[in-house]
């Protein structure tokens, strides 16, 4: 299997600060990929639950459970929704925390529903 390539690594300290903020949110989630720049976590049944990954201009949270339950979504990070279950974020200006922490918890009482 072919290792994953950072696409850009300027935004490492981004997907860190990410990834700490996102990661005990996901406590007994089996986590399928934590190499810099890719971090893959899975419901206990195998389902993607969500992936941090870089790309070339923002950090991206793809969150499985954003596709089927929008209803989830706070007013806070709207404007970072691109599509039904994909968040990009460019910079730490006014990264949203508390609304991803908000997200990841609804998402993680949805296991199971989706």
């Known amino acids: 299997m072919r290792k994953n390539v950072m696409k850009n690594e300027l935004l490492l300290s981004l997907w860190i600060e990410l990834k700490q903020l ?9 986590i399928i990929t934590d190499e ?21 201009s923002h950090v991206g949270l793809y969150l499985l459970a954003m596709y089927y339950h929008q209803h989830i979504l706070p007013k806070s990070i709207d ?10 974020f460019h910079s730490f ?22």
Do not use: H
């Not at 720049?37 to 992936?51: K, S």
């Open 22 to 30: 996102i990661e005990p949110l996901c406590e007994g989630l089996p």
């Open 36 to 56: 810099p720049g890719d971090w893959r976590v899975e419901t206990t049944t195998g389902r993607p639950f969500l992936t941090l990954r870089i790309q070339k």
């Open 79 to 88: 404007a970072y929704l691109f599509g039904k279950s994909t968040f990009r």
């Open 93 to 114: 200006n006014d990264l949203p925390l508390e609304g991803i922490q908000e997200i990841v918890e609804s998402a993680r009482s949805l296991i199971g529903s989706y």
